[in-house]
């Protein structure tokens, strides 16, 4: 997994401006998936690089193992399609 903290200017554009948005974040281990939404993260406004801190995805791992382990209950579970581009 990528993990950035964010820089003080952005590691692609070099701009110094960035806003705090949400979104929904796919964590993966091993094929197994826990989706997060509304995940806190910052975006350069220049060119849209997202970076996550470290501690939110700490978190996220956190409750992943947790929920995996039955020792916490998830919000709901979903159902995805998937499709293989090379069939
Ligand atoms: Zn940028």
């Known amino acids: 997994m990528s993990e950035q903290n964010k ?3 952005c590691n692609f554009c070099g ?3 960035y806003e705090e948005r949400r979104i ?3 964590y993966s281990y091993k094929g197994e998936y826990l989706l997060v939404p509304d995940t806190p993260v910052q975006v350069c406004t220049n060119c849209g690089m997202v970076y996550y801190d470290a501690a939110v995805l700490k978190e ?3 409750r ?9 209950r998830p ?3 979903i159902q995805m399609p998937t499709t293989s581009y090379a069939s």
């Open 15 to 17: 701009s110094d401006q």
């Open 24 to 26: 929904e974040y796919l």
């Open 60 to 62: 996220i791992e956190r």
């Open 75 to 77: 919000d709901r579970y």
């Open 7 to 9: 820089p003080l200017t």
């Open 64 to 72: 992943f193992f947790a929920i995996r382990q039955k020792q916490e």
